[in-house]
């Protein structure tokens, strides 16, 4: 029998196993037939075939063009369509790790990549056990997303907080590589190696912090090439100065209303209690509309800030008292973004209680995106808030091999992201049935 019908076969039998997941591996594969959702040019590209070499993409050519060969093994995968595989843009896995077991953690890791999730962006926890799941998901030891982790710089004053406490079990909080506080006095050269030490992707800024410690961190950060990743308000610094201070991404649509409400205290009462919750949509609208954010957004335009938005967190807190009002500027803040002409990524910061889908499903149903442009979302602008767009993110050649196949189109219904084939990660094969 022919090598590449024999090969084939034997691919299309792991893809429709009836076990739980499945995982195979060619050097080198062709996937024909397919229709690419292209999230550059916004365009299906129906009938093309992808060249897959290792763990990269080698080629993409219309079907028409490719010709089969013995040497490639092939698999037709006519009227699937394929998008690049899913980022999360903020999960949390390691915050306390006693609480939140290893056994749990690889269970949810699994199943997010098993539901086409193929990197994740975790925004701070403990990087003695981030890095050694990060490791295992990259050399193929457990079935998870690539993660990509964060090392943590704040205020002194924020070091008393629980979850720092639980981090750095073992050692002081605020006085770990990874769980750095900052005062005028640190010296940022040393943090910035510290941290990048510890094998994290990312600095995250996350509260009481300056302008000017902020702008050391990122001009540091430059030098040593590790991104810096922020909360949208560091208060007493404003959302302005962070967006313009270097950042590449800010988290938590929300904390823009720091911009005009710089405390807590500040925040309309009005906004909070019992009689808040019901308020009808035209009160939110005219009091978003006091906020007045065109400047910040046109900010983020500028410097190329993307808005990891984290709608899922604050769905919620709906029909609470005091942070009900939290969803109704998220939402409405994430859409004029969106149509200002701001990146917005996909981030659930729901400690994996749900996924990007779902973040993505809140984008169009909540904050009117386009099905496309939730995908975009999750995808390009996720890639681009972590920092690794330059290999993933997008079907290019050159790239990742992460792709997720879908039964259905998703460009015509945001709930066909859940019409799930196939996954592959890094070149590989995963299925669910």
Do not use: C
């Not at 406490?165 to 900052?182: F, R």
């Not at 040393?190 to 990048?196: E, G, I, P, R, Y």
């Not at 994290?200 to 996350?206: M, N, P, T």
Request: glycine residues 6%; without cysteine; charged residues 20%.
């Amino acid at each position: 029998m022919n090598l590449r019908l024999v090969l084939s076969s034997v691919l299309l039998f792991v893809l429709t196993t009836t076990t739980v997941s499945a995982q195979f591996h060619f050097s080198s594969y062709a996937l024909q037939n397919v229709n690419i959702i292209d999230v550059n040019t916004k365009e299906i590209r129906y009938d093309y075939t992808i060249i897959i070499n290792k763990d990269e993409i080698s080629a993409i050519v219309p079907s028409k063009n490719y010709k089969p060969n013995d040497t490639i093994q092939s698999l037709k995968l006519k009227g699937k369509f394929v998008v690049p595989g899913l980022i999360d843009s903020h999960v949390h896995f390691a915050t306390n790790p006693t609480e939140e077991r290893r056994d749990n953690a690889e269970k949810v890791l699994k199943e997010m990549l098993l539901t086409g999730i193929t990197s994740v962006r975790d925004m701070a926890g403990d990087t003695r056990a981030l890095s050694s799941l990060a490791r295992n998901a990259l050399v193929g030891d457990i079935v998870a997303p690539n993660i990509y982790y964060s090392s943590l710089m704040a205020g002194s004053k924020f070091f008393t907080d629980p979850r720092t406490l639980a981090t750095a079990q073992g050692g002081v909080s605020g006085q770990m590589p990874y769980m750095k506080a900052i005062d005028d006095n640190s010296n940022i050269l040393l943090d910035v190696a510290q941290a990048k030490g510890t094998g994290a992707q990312g600095i995250k800024l996350y509260a009481i912090l300056t302008n000017q410690q902020i702008k050391t961190i990122v001009a540091e950060g430059k030098k040593q090439d590790i991104p810096v990743w922020s909360h949208a308000s560091l208060i007493p610094t404003l959302p302005v100065d962070v967006v313009s201070s270097g950042v590449i991404s800010i988290s938590h649509s929300d904390m823009l209303v720091n911009q005009t409400y710089h405390e807590k205290t500040d925040i309309p009462t009005r906004w909070k209690g019992a009689d808040a919750l019901e308020k009808l949509p035209e009160f939110w609208e005219e009091e978003y509309s006091k906020l007045k954010l065109n400047a910040i957004f046109e900010l983020m335009k500028q410097y190329d800030v993307v808005l990891d938005a984290t709608l899922s967190v604050y769905e919620s807190y709906q029909g609470t008292e005091h942070a009900h009002w939290r969803y109704e500027m998220a939402k409405r803040i994430t859409r004029d973004a969106k149509n200002a002409g701001v990146k917005v990524a996909a981030g659930s910061d729901s400690d994996q209680v749900t996924f990007v889908q779902y973040e993505m499903k809140l984008l169009v149903s909540e904050a009117g995106f386009t099905p496309l442009e939730a995908l975009i979302a999750a995808t390009k602008n996720s890639a681009q808030a972590t920092g690794i767009l330059k290999n993933q993110g997008t079907i290019e050649v050159g790239k990742k091999a992460n792709l997720l196949f879908l039964n259905s189109n998703p460009v015509e219904n945001i709930d066909h992201m859940d019409d799930l084939f196939m996954v592959i990660k890094n070149g590989k094969f995963y299925n669910k049935k």
